[in-house]
């Protein structure tokens, strides 16, 4: 087995005390509708910022006289943004985690019997 925090959850999460018959439906539904939308979204804000910080970085960079400062500036953008890349995919895979262990979470037992009368 992989010593990926992601490989061990899953294992757990895939081990015998799993739900019954309705967690193959709910991971399903997680597996291709809800984790990819959840991923496409933060993924779009995340582009998006750094979009915006490009284009403000031009803004300042066309105000520039030095052409040695600007591509040092712009070289400490590039830095940056690969490192926020790098943090952003460790966001991702973690929000993929906690998206495909919930589906496959028992629901306490109070709530899954209706209240008798």
Not at 11 to 40: H, I, L, Q, Y
Not at 68 to 74: C, G, L, Q, V
Request: with cysteine; aromatic share 10%.
């Amino acid at each position: 087995m992989n010593d990926s925090a992601i490989f061990q959850g899953l294992n757990r999460a895939w081990s015998t005390g799993t739900p019954p018959m309705a967690w193959p439906m709910a991971f399903w539904k997680n597996c291709f509708f809800d984790c990819p939308v959840e991923v496409a979204s933060h993924i779009q804000r995340f582009a998006g910022r750094q979009m915006q910080d490009q284009v403000q970085l031009f803004s300042e960079l066309s105000r520039e006289e030095n052409m040695a400062n600007a591509f040092t500036k712009e070289a400490a953008f590039i830095q940056q943004s690969a490192l926020a890349w790098s943090s952003e995919m460790l966001e991702v895979a973690e929000l993929v985690q906690s998206k495909m262990l919930s589906s496959t979470q028992v629901a306490p037992p109070d709530a899954q019997q209706p209240p008798a009368h």
